[in-house]
């Protein structure tokens, strides 16, 4: 099993999750973050670390989520790795209350 990060990244990436990876699985994306399955343990600690609750396992992503599954497989090909905590964006908390942000994914 992986974890998952889904819409509420977007925009936000925040990186707290980063600093807790035992094995460097998240990629950084214009705006957002993703998790490389092939890379991910299982191990949990990002979970608690996310500010916005974005992180799922795999089998408890939301119904209406489900698709950031395959978005997270499909980026963490093309994205690249991230292995440092980086500040967040300046409007990061104005956007951590906002839903429906798909839309706004930059690949």
Do not use: H
């Amino acid at each position: 099993m992986t974890y998952v990060v889904t819409e509420s990244c977007i925009k936000c990436k925040y990186t707290d999750c980063v600093d807790v990876c035992p094995v460097d699985c998240f990629r950084e994306g214009p705006n957002m973050l993703v998790i490389d399955p092939d890379e991910c343990i299982d191990c949990t600690l990002c979970v608690a670390e996310c500010p916005v609750e974005a992180i799922f396992a795999e089998d408890d992503v939301p119904d209406d989520q489900q698709e950031f599954t395959a978005i997270n497989a499909e980026l963490s090909k093309v994205w690249k790795p991230i292995i440092e905590r980086k500040d967040a964006p300046a409007d990061a908390e104005e956007w951590s209350k906002v839903k429906d942000k798909k839309k706004l994914l930059q690949r």
